[in-house]
Structures are given as structure tokens and as C-alpha cells.
């Protein structure tokens, strides 16, 4: 699966990506990173990108010649891309839609800045808007970033165990329960004695629970 991220700060996306299970993934041809500019399909003399709010208004906007042109190079070469800008006015990115858009082939992800992009480069070329919360960011980067990080754990051997990818947050509509690990006895605190029964049906009932549990506790939104 390609990610191509749109931005005109390049240097933001690459650094992510060297290290860790996404390295690992890329190595192994699992998942594939590009950026792509659209100061370089930029008319103007000086390759400006952004301009002045019509009607005025604080900030700069993202003109639409550079981004409709770049993003129109990108779908004659890729035609299946799917297109999505990042905006705080979207629906919010969840799971699913992470383990949906693992499905396709090329995702793009067209990072604003400033103050965003010019409405008509959205209309043009949006297949879907996003937003990771009620916040505004100093530019998309962020949020692309981590959509690209959540899909790639749905594509097809990037994570070491396939399992982690099913029994984590969100799956079912519900919280993972609590994880532990060695020593059994920490400081006074111990792992629950269920988790070291070795009965994995009794282990997996438990998990169950705390998962109920800690979904009612932190994210009653969710039941």
C-alpha cells in the first residue's frame, strides 16, 4: 500500500518513518511513503502557495492553482488515489475508518496550512475530510501522520502478531483491557492472579470484564 502525503514542509513527514514497526514495514515492502509538493507546480515567480483572505481576515489561505494542479498530476498517474484533506471541520478519523482505508491501494493526504485551503480545492478534489479532534493544528502533517500510522497496523504484516490489530481498542466497541507483564509482584502492586492461571478460557473471561469495566470508566460514550 502507497501513502503520499501533499505538503509543502517535506521535512516533517520522512523522520517518522525510520524507525520502528513502519520502518520495519517499508523494508519489507509492506507499505510504501511519498511526498509530494505542490510548491513545484507553483506559477507564481516566487512559488508562493498561500494569499490573502478575500473579504479579509487574519492569516494566509492556500491557493488552489498549485494544490488543483499537483493534485491532477497525481491522479493522472495514480487514477484509483483516494484523496483525503485534512480540515477541523471534518467527521472525526476513527478505527474504522482506518481498517476501511487500509483497503485501498494509494492514499493521499493533502496537509493544509495557515489558514487551510481555498473551499474550491476540496470541492474539487476530496473523496473524504478528516479531522483527529476539536483543536486546530499549526498544519495537517500531524493528523496525516497519524491516520497513515493507524491504517498501516490493517495492512497485512506490518504488525509482528495479526492478533494485535483485532483485539485492540475500539474492536467491538470497546476499550482493550488492562495489559501486564513481569514482574508479577512490582513495588507492592501485583498482576491479578486470573492472568496467571494458565486456563486461557478463564483468562479470556476475565480480560472480558476489566475490558467492560474500563470502557465504563473512561468511555461510557461507547456501550
Not at 98 to 111: D, G, I, M, T, Y
Not at 198 to 203: D, L, P, R
Request: charged residues 25%; aromatic residues 10%; neutral net charge.
Amino acid at each position: 500500500m502507497r501513502f503520499t502525503f501533499v505538503t509543502i514542509f517535506e521535512n516533517l513527514i520522512a523522520p517518522y518513518f525510520n524507525e520502528a514497526i513502519l520502518k520495519k514495514a517499508i523494508d519489507k515492502k509492506l507499505i510504501a511513503i511519498d511526498v509530494v509538493n505542490p510548491r513545484d507546480y507553483s506559477t507564481d515567480k516566487w512559488k508562493k502557495t498561500d494569499d490573502t483572505v478575500t473579504g479579509g481576515g487574519a492569516g494566509m489561505v492556500m491557493t488552489p492553482q498549485p494544490l488543483f494542479d499537483c493534485l491532477s498530476d497525481l491522479k493522472r498517474k495514480s487514477p484509483k488515489v483516494k484523496i483525503l484533506f485534512m480540515t477541523p471541520c471534518a467527521k472525526r478519523f476513527d478505527a474504522h475508518d482506518a481498517k476501511r482505508l487500509a483497503a485501498f491501494e494509494r492514499v493521499a493526504f493533502v496537509c493544509g496550512r495557515y489558514e487551510g485551503f481555498d473551499e474550491r480545492a476540496i470541492e474539487a478534489f476530496a473523496d473524504e475530510v478528516f479531522s483527529i479532534g476539536d483543536f486546530v493544528l499549526t498544519g495537517g502533517e500531524l493528523p496525516a501522520i497519524i491516520m497513515c500510522d493507524a491504517i498501516s497496523r490493517f495492512v497485512s504484516g506490518t504488525l509482528g502478531n495479526e492478533n494485535s490489530a483485532v483485539t485492540d481498542s475500539f474492536e467491538n466497541a470497546a476499550l482493550e483491557s488492562p495489559s501486564f507483564t513481569k514482574p508479577t509482584l512490582f513495588r507492592g502492586a501485583k498482576t491479578p492472579a486470573e492472568l496467571l492461571s494458565g486456563n486461557h478460557k478463564a483468562i479470556d473471561e476475565f480480560r472480558s470484564r476489566l475490558s467492560a469495566l474500563k470502557t465504563r470508566y473512561f468511555r461510557p460514550d461507547l456501550l
